[in-house]
């Protein structure tokens, strides 16, 4: 259902744009490793970029805000369209950036963050360009489609705004219902609150932290009523800010774990202060 290779070019950009002047496997100068490693003068490795648009046939559409990409330094590229991973090998001669083929996880999404992805994978498959100015990152194609990036910092729990993207049953990740995308918020205070959207109602509770845990207290919240996939997911959110949970940070993505197994995952989208 996914396009496979276009999260390929995002990720080959990054690296080129993160550094100006990328070389190839080949390459007589560099500080790359043998073996195919793409190679930058810059610490490119480790860096997340967030992708902010994708234009396509003149029409620009704002990327979700899970959608990233980022590149080791084997030529391998790791990130998020919107809803679905991805993984994909990529080339770089120069400022052109060579696709190769790559996979997707196939989650349903909703059907604006399903065109996203399909506007993304289009854009991300042949040669590419890449230009960097400051910390943006243009990526784009022969027939005028592209993608601008921006590189981002790693999140902290606190003062973050953090959207919630997908939730958890064990190991299965499954996306938010119909509707509820990009609704459900939640920031955490240095005071031990937790306050935030819970897709329709708002919400204000306590929250303790530890290194690895977050024990949620008491909630409150406004008592509206809204659309029956939004009140779908205030219940299943409230069911896993209930007690102690395990929470994990990499980079800007939060994961929150209930002992019974049912989590969320959510992107950094904002910073407080």
Same mark, same amino acid.
């Not at 991300?124 to 590189?151: H, M, Q, R």
């Not at 939004?230 to 896993?240: G, H, P, Q, T």
């Given at each position: 259902? !996914?396009?496979?290779?276009? /999260?390929?070019? &995002?990720?080959?950009?990054?690296?080129?744009?993160?550094?100006?002047?990328?070389?190839?496997?080949?390459?007589?100068?560099?500080?790359?490793?043998?073996?195919?490693?793409?190679?930058?003068?810059?610490?490119?490795?480790?860096? !997340?970029?967030?992708?902010?648009?994708?234009?396509?046939?003149?029409?620009?559409?704002? /990327?979700?805000?899970?959608?990233?990409?980022?590149?080791?330094?084997?030529?391998?590229?790791?990130? *998020?369209?919107?809803?679905?991973?991805?993984?994909?090998? &990529?080339?770089?001669?120069?400022?052109?950036?060579?696709?190769?083929?790559?996979?997707?996880?196939?989650? /349903?999404?909703?059907?604006?963050?399903?065109?996203?992805?399909?506007?993304?994978?289009?854009?991300?498959? $042949?040669?590419?360009?890449?230009?960097?100015?400051?910390?943006?990152?243009?990526?784009?194609?022969? %027939?005028?489609?592209?993608?601008?990036?921006?590189?981002?910092? @790693?999140?902290?729990?606190?003062?973050?705004?953090?959207? &919630?993207?997908?939730?958890?049953?064990?190991?299965?990740?499954?996306?938010? @219902?119909?509707? /509820?995308?990009?609704?459900?918020?939640?920031?955490?205070?240095?005071?031990?609150?937790?306050?935030?959207?819970?897709?329709? *109602?708002?919400?204000?509770?306590?929250?303790?932290?530890?290194?690895?845990?977050?024990?949620?207290? #008491?909630?409150?919240?406004?008592?509206?009523?809204?659309?029956?996939?939004?009140?779908?997911?205030?219940?299943?959110?409230?069911?896993?800010?209930? $007690?102690?949970?395990?929470?994990?940070?990499?980079? #800007?993505?939060?994961?929150?774990?209930?002992? %019974?197994?049912?989590?969320? $995952?959510?992107?950094?989208?904002?910073?407080? $202060?």
């Amino acid at each position: 259902m !996914r396009k496979q290779g276009t /999260a390929v070019g &995002v990720l080959a950009l990054l690296v080129l744009a993160a550094c100006g002047t990328e070389t190839g496997a080949g390459a007589g100068s560099g500080s790359g490793s043998d073996g195919g490693a793409v190679r930058t003068d810059l610490p490119v490795t480790g860096v !997340r970029w967030g992708v902010e648009s994708v234009t396509v046939d003149g029409k620009r559409t704002a /990327a979700p805000s899970s959608a990233h990409v980022e590149i080791d330094s084997k030529g391998r590229a790791t990130g *998020n369209y919107g809803c679905n991973r991805f993984t994909a090998d &990529v080339r770089i001669d120069g400022e052109t950036i060579t696709v190769g083929p790559g996979t997707s996880t196939s989650m /349903a999404c909703e059907k604006d963050v399903q065109r996203f992805e399909a506007a993304m994978s289009g854009a991300f498959s $042949g040669e590419l360009t890449a230009a960097l100015a400051k910390k943006t990152l243009v990526l784009s194609a022969e %027939n005028g489609d592209s993608i601008a990036l921006t590189a981002q910092r @790693p999140a902290r729990l606190t003062g973050t705004t953090w959207t &919630v993207t997908t939730l958890v049953s064990g190991t299965v990740a499954s996306s938010l @219902p119909a509707g /509820a995308q990009e609704r459900a918020r939640l920031s955490f205070g240095k005071d031990g609150s937790v306050q935030g959207t819970l897709g329709c *109602n708002r919400f204000r509770g306590t929250a303790a932290v530890s290194s690895s845990t977050i024990t949620f207290g #008491r909630i409150d919240g406004t008592k509206m009523m809204c659309p029956a996939s939004r009140m779908k997911l205030e219940r299943e959110l409230l069911a896993i800010l209930d $007690g102690r949970t395990t929470y994990r940070i990499d980079h #800007r993505t939060l994961s929150l774990t209930a002992e %019974n197994g049912k989590g969320l $995952g959510a992107s950094a989208t904002g910073t407080r $202060g």
